[in-house]
């Protein structure tokens, strides 16, 4: 079936390094949406796209828009804050379907 | 600010027992949907509604029902409550007509079933 594939699962990182989360996925989506679960276990929405990227301070995202077949997830200059789990979410082209990833732990150390 | 209410925060069930978790949402949405989340699993969509009077199963409605009796609220309910149910759940609103072009959650509820 339809999936989406997170990568990695789990990133250790030190504080002022960068990194990049990405999500593949088997069939072509219609928009992704990107969310940091904080310590108390609650979702926040960092981007929406249905194309091309955003940006918000040390955050950006990009959504393939030829094949949309792939999303990423840029964190640059990493704060201890950022730490969390990060979760895609995959619109399904054509079909009235939201599918997520698995989550990245994500942990920024001093 | 759209917002979107779950209650109670945590519960705590007993096998076979009934437990209703309740969602409002003050954005006028009309999608909401139930979620799952276990570690291995990432979210996982249990019912969702179009509107007010609609339900329809998501990936996993095994064991639970779920209401919309109007607008603002969608509720999810386990007639009969397995150890297997122990997760956060989470609801959200969506504001597309057409799947969920942005999805505004709740804060979740830890449910654990003895």
């Known amino acids: 079936g339809d999936q989406v594939e997170q990568s990695p699962s789990a990133l250790s990182l030190h504080e002022g390094t960068d990194s990049a989360l990405r999500c593949n996925f088997t069939t072509t989506m219609r928009s992704v949406q990107w969310f940091r679960q904080n310590s108390r276990g609650s979702l926040i929405s960092l981007f929406y796209l249905a194309s091309g990227t955003k940006e918000n301070g040390r955050l950006k995202s990009a959504f393939d828009s030829k094949e949309r077949r792939y999303s990423t997830l840029h964190i640059r200059d990493a704060q201890l804050e950022d730490s969390g789990t990060y979760f895609c979410?995959?619109?399904?082209?054509?079909?009235?379907?939201?599918?997520f990833g698995k989550g990245t732990h994500l942990h920024v150390l001093p | 600010e759209a917002a979107v209410t779950q209650s109670p925060r945590n519960k705590v069930a007993v096998t076979g027992g009934k437990v209703t978790l309740s969602c409002n949402q003050t954005n006028n949405h009309n999608n909401m949907y139930w979620y799952r989340q276990d570690t291995g699993h990432g979210l996982r969509l249990i019912h969702y509604s179009y509107g007010a009077g609609s339900t329809e199963k998501g990936d996993i409605p095994d064991g639970y029902k779920a209401s919309r009796p109007s607008q603002e609220n969608f509720s999810l309910i386990l007639e009969l409550a397995t150890p297997s149910q122990t997760s956060v759940y989470f609801c959200?609103?969506?504001?597309?007509?057409?799947?969920?072009?942005?999805?505004?959650f709740g804060s979740g509820t830890r449910l654990t079933v003895l």
């Open positions: 979410a995959a619109e399904v082209t054509n079909a009235y379907k939201v599918i």
């Open positions: 959200a609103s969506g504001d597309a007509d057409w799947g969920a072009e942005t999805l505004y």
